[in-house]
């Protein structure tokens, strides 16, 4: 029996595609402008600090941490971090939280799992701050009874550690825990392989990640729109023979 729903955030609570677009359109504007970039040198210099990070520390929660990469970037182009650094950065995230808009749905379904009394958490690869910054001004804080973000855990989904420590915090066998996410990989093979089970977030066009249909591991179950998970619930809750 599931007794707690633990969501991914970005690109399955809020769109983090089209945010992430938006941050990333002011940061270039601001590197053009102030630091006679182009748009085109920027996006490449963009490209290559983060690949450069990625190779020098692994799979951790800072290679998401966008101080940490204008830094690098600024170093790369012998210029002073400040006063750019901090603006770069506070550019980026304003925009993006101000970007940020609810999947539809979602809020419904937090509210209806909270009285249907299920434990609902959060599993996310990234940094704690941003992700409950986030969190907040969606306005799903209030639901959340514990999270797990990749800075916390000190590794990355889909390491089956993560999810592990999702479960210790839901109080529950990774049996009783059903995981919502984006992600095919990341989230939903992820937790099936951790011994959860998992609802894959995917409402429209093709497979992601090279999941195909007859590549899905049983315990994944596809759905389009967020509610669905609540039709699912009180199907897996019910007694065989009901």
């Not at 101000?98 to 009394?117: F, I, Y």
């Amino acid at each position: 029996m599931i007794k707690a729903v633990i969501f991914d955030i970005d690109n399955t609570l809020y769109s983090f595609d089209r945010a992430n677009a938006a941050g990333m359109a002011a940061v270039t504007e601001y590197a053009c402008r102030e630091l006679k970039l182009s748009a085109a040198e920027f996006s490449a210099l963009h490209k290559k600090t983060q690949e450069r990070l990625n190779q020098r520390m692994g799979k951790v929660a800072a290679t998401h941490n966008r101080l940490i990469r204008y830094q690098n970037m600024l170093e790369e182009l012998h210029l002073p971090l400040s006063p750019h650094l901090l603006k770069m950065e506070a550019l980026f995230w304003d925009t993006l939280l101000e970007k940020a808009e609810l999947t539809q749905g979602a809020e419904e379904l937090l509210r209806d799992l909270k009285a249907m009394g299920f434990r609902i958490g959060i599993g996310t690869n990234m940094t704690a701050r941003m992700q409950f910054r986030k969190l907040e001004k969606l306005g799903l804080l209030p639901f959340v009874d514990f999270a797990v973000t990749s800075e916390e855990a000190g590794t990355e989904k889909p390491d089956p550690l993560f999810y592990e420590f999702c479960a210790e915090k839901a109080g529950c066998a990774p049996g009783e825990c059903l995981f919502i996410g984006d992600s095919y990989t990341h989230d939903a093979r992820g937790a099936v392989f951790a011994g959860m089970k998992a609802l894959w977030y995917c409402p429209e066009g093709d497979f992601q990640d090279g999941g195909t249909p007859s590549q899905m591991e049983e315990g994944i179950t596809r759905i389009q729109k967020l509610i669905q998970a609540v039709d699912y619930l009180q199907d897996s809750q019910k007694e065989p023979g009901l």
